[in-house]
């Protein structure tokens, strides 16, 4: 989960601290290339399916704990209660793998949202997709 800190007067201390802390990671990244350890030689693809959970006045329902005691899955909360990500397994990309990773992701959206309509939730994403459809 990410951490805001914009406009947040940095002392000396905490420079140095994050300085030291990037160049960790710079040291680790740097080991993994050095033993070869990043996978070569295929091509994958993953996802990620932010959602928003809203009431049925469309204000934010934090409601994602509950939803995500309805089931098990790739799914994580986010910054915000009333965010949930699904996280779409990876996939060598070849063939028809842009169809299926969209397939993939309606799946879980749907299995969240059927699980959300049992405590009064509705994700904003696939109101607005449903609506925009029907529209067109």
């Not at 040291?27 to 070869?36: D, K, P, V």
């Not at 397994?89 to 879980?108: A, C, K, V, Y």
Request: a negative charge; charged letters at 30%.
């Amino acid at each position: 989960m990410g951490q805001d800190v914009a406009g947040r007067a940095q002392t000396p201390d905490q420079v140095r601290a994050f300085s030291k802390a990037s160049l960790r990671d710079c040291q680790a990244l740097e080991r993994l290339l050095e033993e070869g350890l990043f996978e070569t030689g295929i091509r994958r693809i993953g996802a990620e399916q932010e959602m928003s959970l809203v009431n049925e006045a469309w204000r934010p329902a934090s409601t994602a704990l509950e939803v995500l005691d309805g089931f098990d899955g790739p799914f994580t909360t986010e910054l915000a209660l009333y965010n949930l990500e699904a996280n779409v397994e990876l996939r060598e990309l070849e063939g028809r793998r842009f169809t299926t990773l969209h397939q993939r992701i309606d799946e879980l959206v749907g299995e969240v949202r059927d699980v959300a309509q049992g405590v009064d939730t509705e994700i904003a994403y696939e109101l607005l997709h449903d609506r925009l459809s029907r529209s067109g």
